[in-house]
């Protein structure tokens, strides 16, 4: 069955250091990668797209990288902030079922 | 600012009751989506749609049904509450199409729960 995997423990990191998460998936052969951000009792915001055929996207400070062959997502925020403490979740489409697969979310803090 | 529009952020029904949860989006989006999320399972769809009166089932649409008349609502029926039904809804829009290509925009959830 498809699946897909985000890191399961929370991710503790330094304010200003960069932070990076990561989306397995198997089973799926996903047109689109897509990442959001939920803060607690609130829903999903979504960040950023990146196709199948782009290895990498950027805005502001998120950078994602997308590889079709490692089956694998990498999302980075750089010059992480205490504000940047949410957790983030991971969806892939790639169907006419007009459906998103999540993940789970891992749950990142910055500290001050 | 566009926005998906929820209306309580915290309901508390009795078991048995029929319970509606609505869903107002202002951005003339096709698809509208139902969610629940619990602790460890993540986001399991329920229902959605792409048009007005057109309905397809999610994941779980066991115990919910849904209606849409109108192009900017979308509701979600319990009919017949359950314990095991406590937990957050989110509703969430999409523009017609790919629905992979847009990001969805999310309400801020419905705390329900069932006593």
């Known amino acids: 069955s498809q699946k897909i995997e985000q890191n399961s423990e929370a991710l503790n990191i330094q304010e200003g250091k960069t932070a990076t998460l990561t989306c397995n998936y198997t089973?799926?052969?996903?047109?689109?990668l897509q990442w959001y951000r939920q803060d607690p009792g609130r829903g999903p915001v979504f960040l950023l797209l990146?196709?199948?055929n782009e290895k990498e996207k950027r805005k502001e400070r998120l950078k994602v990288t997308f590889d079709t062959t490692l089956k694998q997502s990498l999302f980075h925020i750089t010059a992480s902030q205490p504000a940047d403490s949410a957790t983030y979740l991971c969806?892939?489409?790639?169907?006419?079922?007009?459906?998103?697969?999540w993940g789970l979310g891992t749950s990142l803090a910055v500290n001050p | 600012d566009v926005k998906v529009t929820q209306s309580s952020r915290y309901l508390v029904k009795r078991t048995g009751e029929k319970v509606f949860l609505e869903c107002v989006q202002d951005m003339d989006h096709e698809n509208m989506f139902w969610y629940r999320q619990d602790p460890g399972l993540g986001l399991r769809l329920i229902y959605f749609s792409y048009d007005v009166k057109m309905k397809e089932k999610g994941d779980i649409p066991e115990g919910y049904s849904v209606s849409r008349e109108k192009k900017e609502r979308f509701s979600l029926i319990l009919e017949s509450a359950s314990t095991n039904q406590t937990s957050m809804y989110l509703c969430?829009?999409?523009?017609?199409?790919?629905?992979?290509?847009?990001?969805?925009?999310f309400g801020s959830g419905t705390r329900l729960t069932v006593v």
């Open positions: 990146i196709r199948e």
């Open positions: 969806a892939l489409w790639g169907g006419n079922n007009r459906k998103l697969i």
């Open positions: 089973n799926y052969s996903p047109a689109y």
């Open positions: 969430a829009s999409s523009p017609w199409g790919s629905s992979g290509v847009y990001g969805y925009t």
